[in-house]
T-cell receptor
Framework: KAGVTQTPRYLIKTRGQQVTLSCSPI?????VSWYQQTPGQGLQFLFE???????NKGNFPGRFSGRQFSNSRSEMNVSTLELGDSALYLC?????????????FGEGSWLTVV | AQKITQTQPGMFVQEKEAVTLDCTYD???????LFWYKQPSSGEMIFLIY??????QNATEGRYSLNFQKARKSANLVISASQLGDSAMYFC???????????????FGKGTLLTVNP
């Protein structure tokens, strides 16, 4: 079955702009979470959605937001981009039942802010 | 305090040999899950293996096995018969909370860069 799909894979934005990243989870998975990966901070949790509701949120400013649609696809948005937002953004999807505890990631979206 | 500690920034192994990547964790939860991921330079985070805190047997997935020592709070990844394609960054991660509940947040270690030499 298809894995987690993230688009776009690579993008370059200018400071002050906004960006929207998309994630399609594995079919049947209803939980989608987002992570930011930078060389300095490593992998950090952004937020998690389940059935269109945000259940968990990491310690990021309000410029980072997300949403989930009824088909479980998710988007994250970063407004007023800063140079420090340059990172690999990873989306993960999870099944919801036990023992379905595997969490699968997509290939990520590489964002460069110039 | 760090919740996931990977003390080996880099490791080298000869092709066809086994290698152990260390991971220790810190949690007060009784129910938690431990994951290992492989990240090649392309960026994709590839799921390798999962161990639940209540699992009595060590998890195995092909050439990967997880040496789970609950009392010591360690969850080391063992890769047998290393291959050149195993060269990548390896991350240990933990999910805390109820396995059937709503917490799917992962906390990651800083990773270990594994290099397999021919």
């Amino acid at each position: 079955k298809a894995g987690v799909t993230q688009t776009p894979r690579y993008l370059i934005k200018t400071r002050g702009q906004q960006v929207t990243l998309s994630c399609s989870p594995i079919s049947g998975h209803r939980s989608v979470s987002w992570y930011q990966q930078t060389p300095g901070q490593g992998l950090q949790f952004l937020f998690e959605y389940f059935s269109e509701t945000q259940r968990n949120k990491g310690n990021f400013p309000g410029r980072f937001s997300g949403r989930q649609f009824s088909n479980s696809r998710s988007e994250m948005n970063v407004s007023t981009l800063e140079l420090g937002d340059s990172a690999l953004y990873l989306c993960a999807s999870s099944s919801t039942g036990f023992p379905g505890n595997t969490i699968y990631f997509g290939e990520g979206s590489w964002l460069t802010v110039v | 305090a760090q919740k996931i500690t990977q003390t080996q920034p880099g490791m080298f192994v000869q092709e066809k040999e086994a290698v152990t990547l260390d991971c220790t964790y810190d949690t007060s939860d009784q129910s938690y899950g431990l994951f290992w991921y492989k990240q090649p330079s392309s960026g994709e985070m590839i799921f390798l293996i999962y161990q639940g805190s209540y699992d009595e047997q060590n998890a195995t997935e092909g050439r990967y096995s997880l040496n789970f020592q609950k009392a010591r709070k360690s969850a080391n990844l063992v890769i047998s018969a290393s291959q050149l394609g195993d060269s990548a960054m390896y991350f240990c991660a933990m999910r805390e909370g109820n396995s059937g509940g709503s917490n799917y947040k992962l906390t990651f270690g800083k990773g270990t860069l594994l290099t397999v030499n021919p």
